[in-house]
Every structure is written in C-alpha cells, then in structure tokens.
C-alpha cells in the first residue's frame, strides 16, 4: 500500500511569490490534514478535511493560505503571496474513515522564502 | 504554557540499554495519544496509538499512560544504533481530530 505522498520535497521560492503544495493521501483515507513545523518550534495543525470537505480550519494563519480537496482525493495548498514567515516544513497526514484515528504522515514538502 | 511538554535532548544511551522518552499534558480533555519515530528529512513514523491509561507494549516498545498525572511515556527495550531518531508524542482531544506534538526528544543510541 502506497504512503502519504508529498511533492515538491523542497521548494525554494522568493518572497511575493506563489507556490502551491500537493498531497496524495493514502487510498480510502477520508481523512486528510495539513501540518507546519516552523524552525525551532513544534509542529502544527492547519486543517483537516473530511473528503473535499473542510472540517476544521482554525490553524491556518491567515488568508493567504487556501487549501483545496476537490473530488476528496489529493489536495493542495497554496500559499500566495509567500512571506518569509511561512518558510517551514508542510506536512501531510491521512487517517481512515471516523474516529480519532491514527494519522499516518507523508515525508513533507520544506519550503524555504528568500 | 504549551500543550504539550518534550524534553529536546539529545538523549545519548549506548547499544543494548533501555531509553525512556517522557511527555507531560496539560489538557486533561486529551483521549487519544501517540508516539511518533521522525529521522531526520523525513515525516512523523507511527509507533504506537492508545487511548487508554496504562501500558501497550509491540516488540521492543511499550508505551505508558497516566491519565492522573498526565504524564505518558515510550520504553524502548534493547535499543539500536537504527533507533536514534527524534521522537515526537502527539495527543488528540475530544473535540476535533487534530494532533497536538511535543516539540520532539532527539535519541543517539551509540554502538
């Protein structure tokens, strides 16, 4: 069975720019979430769908960054324009149908602003 | 205050002795609680998932929870040079889905 899949693995982008992250969840995974560890600091949250749903979003730091499932498959997440603050590692995670599940996590897309 | 409290280490033991990595929570809401392996330039592994006090061993890790203290805990038993990692505890509440880390303990086992 195929993992959590992430891409790019790094992405170095200048500040103003846009980049866009994709996540593949682990087939049958409704489940899906998207996590940050900033330097220094310990990972987390930014949101979680249900599907092509959102179900929670209250980590995302603020509009510039938009995330997408449609069709409750991959996702993405766009961050426009990027600021210096959000160079971090972008994680994924998928979990299965209902519950607090275990969540199983991709290997991240680091992203670095200059 | 954080959520979650990890001590960052480094945590060096030599080949063969037994580690004990440790988290303390301050949300007694928390039910559900992890232990994740992390090496380095890759994602969070999955060890261990439990959502009771007390202990759940598999293989040569067991994990620990006490609900009353709030404290929980990862043994590794016989550890391996191949065990030196970052291990992160993770902790749900009851309320939502999300995962909330500790900043994570770095583990060198020596030969």
């Known amino acids: 069975e195929a993992g959590v899949t992430q891409f790019p693995s790094h992405s170095v982008i200048e500040k103003g720019q846009t980049v866009t992250l994709r996540c593949d969840p682990i087939?049958?995974?409704?489940?899906l979430y998207w996590y940050r560890r900033v330097m220094g600091k310990e990972i987390k949250f930014l949101l979680h769908?249900?599907?092509?749903?959102?179900?929670?979003e209250s980590g995302m730091p603020n509009n510039r960054f938009l995330a997408e499932r449609t069709g409750g498959t991959y996702s993405t997440l766009k961050v426009q324009p990027a600021e210096l603050e959000d160079s971090g590692v972008y994680f994924c995670?998928?979990?299965?149908?209902?519950?607090?599940?275990?969540?199983?996590f991709g290997d991240g897309t680091r992203l670095s602003i200059l | 205050q954080k959520e979650v409290e990890q001590d960052p280490g480094p945590l060096s033991v030599p080949e063969g002795a037994i580690v004990s990595l440790n988290c303390t929570y301050s949300?007694?809401?928390?039910?559900?609680f992890m232990w994740y392996r992390q090496y380095s330039r890759k994602g969070p592994e999955l060890l261990m998932y439990t959502y009771s006090s007390g202990n759940k061993e598999d293989g040569r890790f067991t994990a620990q929870v006490d609900k009353s203290s709030k404290y929980i805990s990862l043994f590794i038993r016989d550890s391996q040079p191949s065990d030196s990692a970052t291990y992160l505890c993770a902790i749900v509440g009851n309320a939502g889905n999300m995962l909330t880390f500790g900043g994570g303990t770095r583990l060198m086992v020596k030969p």
């Open positions: 995670a998928s979990s299965q149908t209902g519950g607090a599940g275990p969540q199983h």
């Open positions: 769908f249900v599907k092509e749903s959102k179900q929670d």
């Open positions: 949300n007694s809401a928390f039910q559900y």
């Open positions: 087939s049958g995974h409704d489940n």
